[in-house]
């Protein structure tokens, strides 16, 4: 019989939070193996229902790292997606894939919005940079690299590289590259 103390310690948001977190950078590559690929169509059928009731707004709820977002967005771009996790590293946002869209400034609106939203909000902070940077707002980005600063003292691009999932991709890069010029230190 399983030991009630160690139930509900893995019931325990904070701990399911540190688990998912901990697992972040590889839990695309985890999830398309254990499904042998099963995961790409049952999000491409996903978003292909979806796409038939023509949705102005969606809301991903548990979206990780936003794969079935991205499905959703490439199905229906004219709608807003909104990607929500309570795993901070494995949140993906209207932000991240604007930018991965090239829509530095539509990402910056967005981002800005969730930041007004949410001023506490680091990983918005994180997102909202580089689209601003990337859009040549680059004062703007500043001035938000010091408010993360502020929230997030100590915190440097090598971190973000080593918590953020898609790091290593091209938009990984932009965005890393992106928060050095706007002030992130690249290491401690």
């Known amino acids: 019989m399983a030991d ?4 509900s310690h893995s019931r325990d948001p904070e701990t399911v939070r540190e688990m998912f977190g901990s697992i972040s950078r590889r839990y695309d590559l985890a999830n398309h193996l ?3 690929g099963c995961d790409f169509f049952w999000r491409g059928r996903a978003a292909a229902i979806v796409k038939d009731w023509n ?5 991903d709820l548990a ?3 936003g794969d079935l977002a991205l ?3 490439k ?6 997606i909104i990607g929500a996790d309570f ?3 494995m949140t993906f946002t209207d932000t991240h894939l604007h930018l991965a869209d090239r829509q530095y400034e539509r990402a910056a609106e967005f981002g800005l919005r969730c930041i007004r939203e949410n001023r506490g909000y680091t990983s918005g902070y994180r997102m909202l940079i580089p689209a601003l940077m990337e859009a040549g707002r680059e004062a703007e980005a500043r001035t ?7 929230l997030q003292p100590g915190l440097t691009v090598e971190q973000f590289r080593l918590r953020f999932p898609g790091s290593a991709s091209p938009l990984g890069e932009l965005c890393c590259e992106a928060l050095a010029r706007a002030g992130i230190p690249r290491s401690g």
């Not at 009630?4 to 139930?7: E, I, R, S």
């Not at 199905?75 to 807003?80: I, R, W």
């Not at 938000?144 to 502020?150: K, P």
């Open 34 to 36: 254990l499904s042998c």
């Open 63 to 65: 979206t990780g790292t």
């Open 71 to 73: 499905a959703l967005a």
């Open 144 to 150: 938000m690299a010091h408010q993360l600063l502020t």
């Open 4 to 7: 009630p103390n160690q139930l």
């Open 55 to 59: 949705p102005n707004a969606i809301v």
């Open 87 to 89: 795993s901070e590293e």
């Open 75 to 80: 199905a229906l771009p004219d709608s807003e």
